[in-house]
């Protein structure tokens, strides 16, 4: 019980410190802009059976606010098996400004999506490389907004892609809502002080100059998922580039949050499933917060008086400091909408971490037809371009 007591109050402590140090982070996200800045801007959305999501996504685009002769839409459609194409059909030949090709078949040794990105990117004629999801919304302003962070120093801007919960009475969708903000917050906070830790592939940015330099997605390029963080966690091991964080609403990329158990399910695993795959000081990070919450709910399913105390106190706390960090990021990133149901998230939390931690290295997950333990079809080389 010493022993548990000790590496429970240290875990703690060094929890505490680390989120009061990541909060820090918040203040330095206060970028000066450059609004007059218009480069030429190519945004890449890669489209596998998205019959449902893409012909909003591809309005949405059209209706952004930025000079049409600096902007070029890229829409791949990856091995579609549905009406995909037909949407992409009926917008293109409308709009000058779109771009699009298919992909046919799969790379042995390349992941689907990671390869329509790169595709795109060399077809590309943009300075600027912006990213979304078929089912990403963004408002009129996002490229212009987006594109304002940039210095000349900044090779890359990341921005947050809340979930947008309809209908509004949704309760359990608030709650996942509110656990994506989470990501959010760390990758915010973790930029402002020097060294991001997440992004997302539904609202992100860089310079084609960057992607070319370190040669895209390098040795990450046959995992099934990471176009986002683990290109991230790419870039930022050359030391070298400059990476901002967009808090202005105007930025925001709203997506719906998954539909079905099944799809929650495994997109949460395949998030915990790239764990061993960062940098060694994020590895030892995740898996001390891992055993902290481990360590709880132990001590709050045993039967021993004293290590349930210890255990609720440490939990009451640990919440607290998690509680007043939520309280900042929100309102440093424009979404405060759920924060409400912060004591019901805390609750769920616990075996969340625990669980999903650990399926996730069980390697079961699916994703866009893919199956985890078998990546990649072994196919011929080539596609339709």
């Not at 998205?50 to 839409?73: G, M, S, T």
């Not at 915010?188 to 070319?212: D, H, W």
């Not at 930022?236 to 079905?260: E, M, S, W």
Request: net charge positive; glycine share 4%.
């Amino acid at each position: 019980m010493l022993i548990y007591s000790i590496i429970l109050i240290f875990l703690l402590l060094a929890y505490i410190i680390l989120m009061m140090f990541m909060s820090t982070g918040f203040r330095r996200l206060n970028y000066p802009r450059d609004a007059g800045f218009l480069p030429f801007v190519s945004v890449i959305v890669c489209a596998h059976n998205e019959e449902k999501n893409l012909a909003d996504c591809l309005q949405l685009l059209a209706d952004q606010d930025y000079p049409e002769d600096k902007i070029e839409f890229i829409i791949v459609n990856d091995r579609s098996s549905d009406a995909t194409q037909s949407i992409i059909d009926a917008r293109v030949p409308a709009d000058k400004r779109f771009i699009t090709f298919k992909i046919s078949d799969r790379l042995a040794d390349f992941a689907p999506k990671k390869r329509a990105i790169d595709r795109a990117i060399k077809k590309s004629r943009g300075e600027m490389i912006l990213l979304t999801d078929a089912d990403g919304r963004p408002g009129p302003e996002w490229v212009r907004t987006m594109v304002s962070y940039y210095s000349p120093e900044t090779d890359m801007v990341i921005g947050y892609a809340p979930y947008k919960v309809k209908p509004s009475v949704h309760f359990i969708k608030k709650i996942l809502s509110l656990e994506y903000l989470s990501h959010a917050m760390i990758a915010a906070a973790s930029t402002g002080i020097g060294y991001p830790l997440t992004c997302v592939g539904t609202n992100m940015s860089y310079r084609k100059s960057l992607f070319e330099a370190i040669d895209g997605f390098g040795p990450y390029k046959n995992f099934i998922s990471g176009d986002d963080d683990l290109f991230l966690t790419r870039v930022i091991g050359f030391r070298q580039y400059k990476i901002r964080y967009a808090t202005d609403a105007r930025t925001h990329v709203f997506n719906n949050p998954p539909q079905l158990w099944s799809k929650f399910l495994h997109q949460r695993m395949r998030y915990a499933s790239k764990s061993f795959k960062y940098p060694l000081q994020v590895v030892v990070g995740l898996s001390s917060f891992f055993l902290l919450n481990a360590l709880i709910l132990a001590g709050l399913l045993s039967f021993n008086r004293l290590l349930i105390f210890i255990s609720l106190a440490t939990w009451i706390i640990k919440s607290f400091a998690e509680y007043l960090f939520f309280q900042r990021g929100a309102r440093v990133l424009n979404d405060t909408r759920y924060l409400k149901y912060f004591p019901i998230a805390v609750v769920l939390h616990l075996p969340y971490v625990i669980v999903f931690a650990v399926m996730g290295q069980l390697k079961i997950y699916h994703w866009k037809g893919s199956n985890a333990q078998n990546e990649l079809a072994r196919q011929p080389r080539g596609d339709a371009l």
